[in-house]
């Protein structure tokens, strides 16, 4: 029944152990602890049954042919190794397959093979998934072509707090050309009202007024530079006489 409730499931991926078993183990009965009726890597078929059965020691399984189990290794308390082999003649076997025991739980070594088909599985398994995320993040579109869209870039973004930028303080000159033009400004329109006081009413302020020259004045100094214009230009040198040539 072990051997038929085997093939239903991998072997592989199970392991047994019987508690009452486990204070008691030592290289002399760890073979009657692997022969249980609920282990299921044991097979009830096999030449160590019929050897249990007859009362017989297992120094007999030598003379036999056929599936036996041995004690391969033992290393006490913790580590028992039992090999599955055929057994063809006194001296000729065949291994099929090997049992550790750590700490009174069974497991089945695996295979060469499927060690490397569980690894070329999961190294196929990695590239197929990297392949699958890398097209979940491209995009096309016939008007801009292929592009990449990763999320964690934008939420990146929306983490990151916008730097505020710092502005820059004004030059020397430029402070001294506003209060120049300040001054100018001052001095050709001045306040008409000024305020002592915050909450107090502006006093006008009184502008005083250069007094505007008489006209007379004016018409004096506009005068003089056409009277100095008009006074007579000094005579001119006449020009000198001619005289008659002597042939």
């Known amino acids: 029944m072990a051997a038929n409730d085997s093939r239903k499931y991998n072997l592989l991926g199970i392991s047994w152990v019987d508690s009452g078993w486990v204070p008691i183990l030592n290289p002399g009965n760890v073979l009657d ?5 609920s282990n299921p890597f044991y097979d009830r078929t096999c030449n160590n049954e019929v050897v249990k059965m007859q009362r017989l020691t297992l120094e007999h399984l030598n ?3 056929g599936v036996e189990y ?3 290794h033992a290393q006490e308390p913790i580590l028992y190794i039992i090999r599955k082999q055929q057994r063809q003649s006194q001296t000729q076997v065949i291994p099929l397959a090997d049992y550790y025991i750590i700490a009174g739980v069974v497991y ?3 295979d060469l093979g499927t060690v490397i088909s569980s690894r070329a599985l999961s190294a196929v398994h990695g590239i197929q998934s990297a392949f699958d995320e890398a097209m979940s ?3 096309y579109h016939p008007s801009k072509g292929y592009w990449w869209h990763f999320k964690d870039h934008e939420e990146r973004e929306k983490v990151k707090p916008k730097s505020k930028k710092k502005e820059e303080p004004s030059s020397l000159f430029q402070r001294h050309r506003v209060d120049t033009l300040l001054l100018d400004l001052r001095s050709k329109f001045p306040p ?3 305020q002592p006081k915050p909450g107090e009413k502006p006093i006008p302020v009184e502008v005083k007024k250069d007094p505007e020259p008489p006209t007379e004045t004016v018409k004096q100094e506009e005068r003089e530079p056409a009277t100095k214009s008009s006074a007579p230009a000094p005579p001119s040198k006449p020009p000198p006489e ?3 040539r002597l042939q």
């Open 33 to 37: 602890y692997f022969s249980e009726r």
């Open 63 to 65: 003379q036999m042919v």
């Open 70 to 72: 041995i004690l391969l």
């Open 108 to 110: 089945q070594a695996p």
């Open 137 to 139: 993040y491209c995009r």
């Open 192 to 194: 008409t009202f000024y």
């Open 242 to 244: 001619k005289r008659a």
